[in-house]
T-cell receptor, first 114, second 115 residues
Framework: AQSVTQLDSQVPVFEEAPVELRCNYS??????LFWYVQYPNQGLQLLLK??????LVKGINGFEAEFNKSQTSFHLRKPSVHISDTAEYFC????????????FGAGTRLAVHP | EAQVTQNPRYLITVTGKKLTVTCSQN?????MSWYRQDPGLGLRQIYY???????DKGDVPEGYKVSRKEKRNFPLILESPSPNQTSLYFC??????????????FGEGSRLTVL
């Protein structure tokens, strides 16, 4: 079973609209959760991470995510997107039992249209 | 500037011709890792290393080798490439703190095509 599941492969949205990218995790991963962004022809960079504490995590570029233990979810949100947010977004978590292996979801391609 | 550098960025080769993709980081990170990215599959870990001379398999190690003779370098070796190894490869590194999930820094990727 997929350890980290991103529920949408593509999300089209208009500029200045809100967006939510969905991520669910399974019991085979730890609750150290991450969102990474990959701009075209670039490597991945960290948007935000949840390790412990407040379930609402704020990241760079106006993104935030909420950890929901009961729903095993870690959805990423932004209240108003820009054209420059067009990228692929990956949810990730460490495999349970250690910090050796970071498991990635399949990715969600966010396309922001004018 | 702190960075992870991969070379080559693009490579087209033929089946069976050995190749090496180099990876170097200048952040004194203990942990380094290789991933491959394929459409619809996200990133899958090939090998990782927690320090010099310490390496271990990830989820898709078949057909790959690695070595970690120096802290800054972690080359990925394809002894006999096959078409199913056509992919986008990423090297990444971070501090190895053991009890905390440090940020993973990625290189810009190496796009490999095996004919």
């Amino acid at each position: 079973a997929q350890s980290v599941t991103q529920l949408d492969s593509q999300v089209p949205v208009f500029e200045e609209a809100p967006v939510e990218l969905r991520c669910n995790y399974s019991s085979s991963v730890s609750v150290y959760l991450f969102w990474y962004v990959q701009y075209p022809n670039q490597g991945l960079q960290l948007l935000l991470k949840y390790l412990s504490g407040s379930t609402l995590v704020k990241g760079i570029n106006g993104f935030e995510a909420e950890f929901n233990k009961s729903q095993t979810s870690f959805h990423l949100r932004k209240p108003s997107v820009h054209i420059s947010d067009t990228a692929e977004y990956f949810c990730a978590a460490f495999r349970s039992g250690g910090y050796n292996k970071l498991i990635f979801g399949a990715g969600t391609r966010l396309a922001v249209h004018p | 500037e702190a960075q992870v550098t991969q070379n080559p960025r693009y490579l087209i080769t033929v089946t069976g011709k050995k190749l090496t993709v180099t990876c170097s980081q200048n952040m004194n990170h203990e942990y380094m890792s290789w991933y491959r990215q394929d459409p619809g599959l996200g990133l899958r870990q090939i090998y990782y290393s927690m320090n010099v001379e310490v390496t271990d398999k990830g989820d898709v190690p078949e057909g790959y080798k690695v070595s970690r003779k120096e802290k800054r370098n972690f080359p990925l070796i394809l002894e006999s490439p096959s078409p199913n190894q056509t992919s986008l490869y990423f090297c990444a590194s971070r501090f190895w703190t053991g009890g905390e999930a440090g940020e993973l820094f990625f290189g810009e990727g190496s796009r490999l095509t095996v004919l």
